[in-house]
């Protein structure tokens, strides 16, 4: 919850990455209900996923978003874009991100973009090396940039100085 409390002046941004209609056949029936999965972020490091359930759609989109601010995650950006290659996996899924030239843009499939989108990235390679279902995407997605480090800690690892990491 601390990561949220910093970020908590600042707007959040959200949207909705697919709605899914999940029926439940009973004896009377058929009960429908939905789920959602959200991504929300501030365009400015913090991101974070939430998959949400209910009867109705809003509630379920109200749901997903609670979830999202609660696992809520800081990403070290340099000029609009990650430091280093990364890989992250989910099941099946694996994801794979490398660092792009400033004027590439979000070079990714739908899952990864939003999330790259709603964190702050402007330039960045993408590709899903395995899977297709879009929520182990997004999951593999965040396992990957919860990876990066912070600068300042690589920098004391190496016995060196914050610009000598960045080249400034």
């Known amino acids: 919850m601390s990561r949220l409390n910093d970020v908590v002046s600042e707007e959040l941004e959200n949207d909705v990455v697919f709605i899914k ?13 939905f789920s959602v999965l959200v991504i929300v972020g501030n365009r400015g490091g913090f991101v974070g996923y939430g998959l949400g359930k209910g009867k109705e759609v809003n509630e379920a989109v109200s749901n997903g978003i609670l979830r999202a601010k609660k696992q809520m995650i800081r990403v070290f950006l340099t000029h609009e874009t990650i430091p280093y290659e990364i890989h992250g996996k989910c099941g099946c899924s694996e994801v794979f991100l490398k ?4 004027g590439t843009g979000i070079i990714a499939g739908s899952g990864v973009r939003v999330v790259c989108k709603y964190l702050g990235l402007r330039n960045v390679l993408s590709k899903c090396i395995k899977g297709n279902n879009i929520t182990n995407i997004v999951k593999a997605t965040f396992d990957a940039l919860s990876k990066i480090k912070n600068p300042v800690c690589i920098a004391k690892e190496r016995g060196m100085e914050l610009n000598d990491i960045y080249g400034v």
């Open 99 to 102: 660092p792009a030239r400033q």
């Open 21 to 33: 209609k999940v029926t439940k056949v009973v004896k009377g029936g058929r009960n429908f209900r």
